[in-house]
């Protein structure tokens, strides 16, 4: 049987495993040792997913250079030089996500009050001095996307105020990144107008994971560091015995055809197929046609977000019509509004793949469903971010970097 993954592909098990030992670079590295046996986090119980589920970190110092391990001294100093410098704040919108992205970096969430007024208004307070450090906010803007965004906006501001020196903000889902054009006349473009209020908000920094259009980035006037959760998913399909030579890898619209070639070259450069769909309204998909061959094969539809899933579920429909074997769904960003759980739930799916970009509530669990963690990506992004490092040398050149 033919390997999934192409040997020379940066994404192979290998690259993707040393990702997770290298997460802690030499002049970090010794930043959170207390005790010769290592750190241990705590990760609550939000956290365990049947599938795809994140360990709990250990950071031992056999681990580390020896060359930073010299004295106890140089330890103690590293300890508080990265404790006062670099800030990890959580908002409402997904606290185990940023729970477990500071559990990886060795590193505790920082201390932020915040509370809604009977009348809906939000208030921020920072429990902890942020004066002279670096502060990543972890908070995406899914629904409730106005508040989530509006949450952001004012913990920009508090830490603007308390004279923080670099203010990141960690955006894994971008809400309103789909009003990125104008389709029709007297429309807005709601996706700039957000960039502009964090901008002004005060952010000197964005870190985003899976924008649904590159453009997005050139609507902030601050630099924009963007991630792609496709090594996550990558990872896990290496894991399974799927025959490389039955791979199809399948776009559910035209507008997803550079990301779905992307995606088949590291399989193998699995062949690709598109499905072409007419839409007469928002959130309304009709299938059309399929271009490509997926008779007796295994798709693997691709794409940044499920929203609805009126298009990937009548793709999959398509799909199984013209003779595929099974049909895998695989999204960054889980948004699963009503009916999408309905849809992917109806059996079309022999899985779907997903990750915890967005949390998923408990009572929208289905058997099908795969949460995997990106945790440890944007973690590693920020420890580079901080360190004013690069994603030029493997196993980072992958994660978009620059």
């Not at 003779?323 to 779907?352: D, K, M, N």
Request: glycine share 6%; charged share 20%.
């Amino acid at each position: 049987m033919t390997s999934l993954l192409h040997p020379a592909s940066p994404f192979s098990l290998a690259s993707r495993e040393s990702l997770r030992t290298r997460t802690f670079l030499p002049n970090r590295s010794c930043s959170r040792i207390a005790a010769p046996n290592g750190v241990r986090c705590n990760v609550g119980d939000p956290l365990k997913y049947a599938n795809g589920k994140p360990s709990t970190p250990l950071l031992k110092t056999e681990e580390m250079a020896p060359n930073f391990l010299a004295t106890e001294t140089h330890l103690v100093n590293a300890t508080t030089k990265n404790d006062t410098r670099l800030r990890i704040f959580s908002g409402t919108a997904n606290p185990a996500l940023s729970q477990e992205i500071a559990c990886n970096m060795g590193l505790e969430l920082g201390k932020i009050k915040i509370k809604r007024f009977a009348d809906g208004e939000i208030y921020v307070q920072l429990q902890e001095s942020v004066r002279g450090c670096d502060v990543y906010l972890v908070q995406p803007t899914c629904p409730p996307a106005n508040e989530n965004l509006m949450e952001l906006l004012i913990m920009i501001d508090a830490c603007r105020r308390a004279s923080a020196k670099n203010i990141t903000a960690v955006i894994p889902y971008f809400g309103y990144a789909r009003a990125d054009r104008k389709t029709q006349g007297r429309e807005s473009i709601a996706a700039k107008l957000v960039a502009n209020l964090i901008t002004e908000a005060g952010a000197n920094r964005v870190l985003a994971c899976d924008l649904h259009s590159g453009q997005s980035m050139g609507y902030f006037d601050i630099p924009v560091d963007h991630v792609y959760g496709q090594p996550v998913i990558l990872d896990y399909l290496a894991s399974k015995t799927i025959c490389s030579d039955d791979l199809v890898v399948v776009s559910p619209d035209v507008g997803g055809v550079a990301r779905a070639r992307a995606f088949a070259k590291k399989l193998s450069d699995a062949p690709l197929a598109i499905v072409d769909k007419r839409r007469h309204g928002h959130n309304v998909a009709e299938v059309m046609n399929l271009i490509g061959d997926v008779k007796g094969k295994v798709a693997v539809m691709v794409d940044d977000m499920i929203d609805t899933a009126g298009t990937i579920t009548k793709g999959a429909a398509l799909l199984h019509q013209e003779g595929a074997r099974e049909v895998y769904a695989c999204s960054t960003h889980a948004v699963f509004s009503p009916p999408a759980i309905e849809r992917l739930s109806s059996g079309l799916f022999q899985e779907v793949i997903i990750t915890n970009t967005i949390p998923v509530s408990e009572q929208n669990y289905f058997p099908q469903l795969t949460v995997l963690s990106v945790a440890n990506l944007l973690g590693e992004t920020i420890w580079r971010v901080h360190d004013d490092c690069s994603g030029v040398f493997e196993p980072f050149s992958t994660l978009g970097i620059d």
